[in-house]
């Protein structure tokens, strides 16, 4: 097993359909096979919060600030319980959405960004945070089949990527074209995590 000084936190972020999820798994698979320790989570989690978030994303009726105070409180449980100890102990930790999920999608839904920073202050940095990049129109015929939640819409996730692309912009997160086939997609992702991981040593 190979181990590192301290562990890494490595996050994927982009608009609902943009591959994350498929993403995250292959990577987490290709580090397994490599020798790391490897933990794959997301966000919202599967924790009582995260469950209740869903459950309002479903029913639709909750005000976006209620919506962005209950993102933060399952984050704080996410990274009191897992993040911090697994990064304590040398593991790699790759998470689906963190952070930037709150402050690109409530942000795009009404809720000012500097308060969803201030209320999200305490988090861990990520070391690597990744962006996925789609044109609205490929995601949405990605979720064709899918019973839309509250954020799944074309317009609104327009607002969401330009949010993601202009904070990625101005803070130097990695931007992938999603759009390419997934292979490429994936080696690119596996190029930046290589890199990281050399500094890391
Ligand atoms: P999603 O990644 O689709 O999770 P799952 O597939 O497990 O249901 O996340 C659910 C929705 O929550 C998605 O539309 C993005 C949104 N979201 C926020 O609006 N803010 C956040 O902080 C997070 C983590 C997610």
Redesign the pocket.
Known sequence: MRRLKRGVLIVFEGI?GAGKTTHAKLLEEWLRNEGYNVTLT???TDGEIGYLV?EH?RRKDFHPAT?ALL?AADRMEHIEKELKPRIESGEVVIS??YVE??IC??AADGVDAEWIESINKWALNADLTILLDVDVQTAMRRMESKVR?K??EGDFLEKVRNIYLERARRKGYSVIDATSPLMKVQMEIRRLVLQLMKEKW
């Open positions: 609902d997301k966000e919202p869903r994303l919506l993102f689906d959405r999920s709150s999608y409530q939640d954020y799944e």
